[in-house]
């Protein structure tokens, strides 16, 4: 399905929306700008170029937006220049790392979890002895830096992760490992 819309009113209110816009810049002669886009299954992906002064969508639709749920090239033409949409089948995926070194170096200092489709998470990591150490509860909250919840530093070693996340598609999947800390 595609369709272009100008008054945002969806056809399908039940489905979750991504969207992705391009801000319009008074544009270069035949410039071309891309953008990669991901379509979920299960939610409406809506493509804009805002404050563009006309915009047509693969040579025929004219509207600010354009309305898409499948996989595919959208173009975007305004003003001798273009707005290529490259947007690709996507699957929810989770990140989580096997180690970390908590040593100010600014690579791999925090247990950072991350993913795609990710809206909220909570996290419990426990030391050797089981003990429960820090919690990180959704996206915008501290990771685990090192230092546990009493304001100590880890050592070095093997920690224990209890991970719970919730998808944009309304999945919560759990997930529980090891990871190793580092100086």
């Excluded at 404050?51 to 004219?62: I, M, Q």
């Amino acid at each position: 399905m595609v369709s272009c819309n100008t008054e945002f009113s969806f056809p399908e209110p039940d489905k979750e929306i991504e969207y992705y816009n391009f801000p319009y810049e008074k544009p270069s002669q035949g410039k071309t700008d891309n953008v990669y886009c991901c379509i979920y299954e299960d939610m409406l992906t809506v493509l804009e170029v805002y404050n563009a002064p006309f915009t047509v969508w693969n040579e025929s639709d004219t509207a600010e937006t354009l309305i898409v749920d499948t996989p595919g090239v959208y173009t975007a033409s305004y003003e001798n220049a273009s707005v290529v949409f490259n947007c690709s089948a996507c699957v929810y995926e989770v990140f989580i790392p096997e180690l970390f070194s908590p040593n100010n170096d600014a690579s791999n200092d925090n247990f950072f979890i991350d993913g795609i489709g990710l809206i909220n998470l909570y996290l419990e990591i426990f030391n050797s002895d089981g003990k429960l150490i820090w919690i990180q509860s959704g996206l915008e909250s501290q990771p685990f830096d090192g230092v546990d919840m009493k304001g100590n530093r880890a050592g070095p070693g093997t920690y224990f992760y209890s991970l719970k996340v919730k998808f944009a598609n309304g999945e919560v999947s759990n997930y529980e490992g090891e990871i190793i800390l580092l100086m």
